[in-house]
C-alpha cells in the first residue's frame, strides 16, 4: 500500500520560511517523479514545484520560483520543500504527488497525472 505522509505546515508571519516534508512508502522511490501541489479554498489544485526520479532537475511555478526549493532524498524515501519569503497568498493545503514510470527531463504539471497523493498539510501566512 502507498502511503504519502507530508508534515511541517503550520501558522508563520509574512516573510517567514517553512520546510515541509513527505515521507513515501510501499513504492520503488526512486522511480518516481515528485511534486508539490496546493490549494486554497475555493480555488482549484495548482502546481508549485517538481523534481525528477533523479533529483537532477526541478522545476517550480512562477509563483513561488526564487523563493520555493524541492529537493529529494532517494536514500531516506523523502521529498522536502524549503519555503522561504512567505506571503499571504501562499496560503493553502500543500499536497505531495508521485508519478512513477515518469523518466523524461521534465515531470508533469497537471494534477491528473499523477498516481498517489498524501493527505496535505496546511500552510497559513498572516500578513
Known amino acids: 500500500q502507498v502511503q504519502l505522509v507530508e508534515s511541517g505546515g503550520g501558522l508563520v508571519q509574512a516573510g517567514g520560511s517553512l520546510r515541509l516534508s513527505c515521507a513515501a512508502s510501499?513504492?520503488?522511490?526512486?522511480?518516481?517523479?515528485m511534486a508539490w501541489f496546493r490549494q486554497a479554498p475555493g480555488k482549484e489544485r495548482e502546481f508549485v514545484a517538481s523534481?525528477?526520479?533523479?533529483?537532477?532537475?526541478?522545476y517550480y511555478a512562477d509563483s513561488v520560483k526564487g523563493r520555493f526549493t524541492i529537493s529529494r532524498d532517494n536514500a531516506k524515501n523523502t521529498v522536502e520543500m524549503q519555503m522561504n519569503s512567505l506571503k499571504p497568498e501562499d496560503t493553502a493545503v500543500y499536497y505531495c504527488?508521485?508519478?512513477?514510470?515518469?523518466?523524461?527531463?521534465?515531470?508533469?504539471?497537471?494534477?491528473?497525472?499523477?498516481?498517489?497523493w498524501g493527505q496535505g498539510t496546511q500552510v497559513t501566512v498572516s500578513s
Open positions: 504527488a508521485a508519478r512513477g514510470d515518469w523518466y523524461s527531463p521534465r515531470p508533469p504539471a497537471r494534477s491528473d497525472e499523477y498516481d498517489y
Open positions: 510501499g513504492l520503488t522511490f526512486s522511480s518516481y517523479a
Open positions: 523534481v525528477t526520479w533523479s533529483g537532477e532537475f526541478t
